[in-house]
């Protein structure tokens, strides 16, 4: 399995987590930051969970969107053109020297003219967009981006992916959000030997790479 789609995979079985009433949510409380803006702990999150640690920031912990665009900038990491798998630096707005701020940051996942699609930690629809408290899908402009980071995927994996069931996921939410078909369900079913739909959060799945009868 493509290395980026895994991540990417795992990035959409996130989308609709919210933290809970007293600000707690399993990115940040995972980090040791529990209650703090988590944006780029999310990111954090998903490369830990996605068994590339290694990529991101050295392989260590990062909280900050400004201490990972210098680092990325130190490495040579940053490019002019989007891709799908990049990270964006996003700014809302700047300092009193008129400086951009970095505010914010979101996993690229498509690109469409003057637009980019991301998958953000810690955002919302109406109110702070930078501490928000949801997953969520968003576009955004490429006027609010200002940096986009490439890192350096690894090659890809012909083999299986082993994938550890979220809360709200479901099997036909993991075809989707892995080979872009909820339909497809029975073949993980039948790859896990699975005797019923139900899977619970902490369960452990094979994601196969190349997918019984996929692509």
């Known amino acids: 399995m493509k290395s980026i789609e895994r991540l990417i995979g795992l990035a959409n079985g996130q989308i609709g987590i919210s933290e809970d009433y007293a600000g ?10 529990p209650c703090q803006p988590w944006c780029m702990m999310f990111l954090w999150w998903l490369f830990k969970h996605s068994d590339m ?12 969107c400004g201490t990972f665009l210098r680092w990325a900038q130190s490495k040579g990491l940053t490019v002019d053109k989007p891709e799908r798998g990049d ?26 003219g003057l637009n980019v699609e991301t998958i953000e930690g810690n955002t919302c629809e109406v109110g702070s967009q930078e501490d928000g408290g ?26 299986d992916y082993i994938y550890t069931v979220q ?45 019984i009868g996929g692509k």
Not at 53 to 64: H, M, R, T, V
Not at 144 to 150: E, G, K, T, V
Not at 176 to 200: C, D, H
Request: glycine share 10%.
């Open 24 to 33: 707690h949510v399993k990115y940040s409380d995972e980090y040791g930051l």
């Open 167 to 211: 809360k709200g996921d479901s099997l036909w939410r993991l075809a989707k959000n892995f080979y872009g078909s909820g339909s497809r369900w029975p073949e993980i079913a039948s790859y896990n030997n699975l005797k019923s739909t139900t899977i619970y959060p902490g369960q452990q799945l094979k994601i196969p790479g190349k997918i």
């Open 53 to 64: 640690s290694n990529i991101f920031y050295d392989g260590k912990k990062c909280a900050g």
């Open 87 to 112: 990270i964006t630096i996003i700014s809302f707005g700047k300092d009193k020297n008129g400086n951009r701020i970095t505010s914010h940051c979101g996993l690229i996942t498509n690109v469409k």
């Open 134 to 159: 949801h997953v969520m899908a968003k576009t955004r402009s490429k006027k609010l981006c200002m940096a986009y980071i490439r890192l350096p995927y690894p090659a890809d994996d012909p083999g």
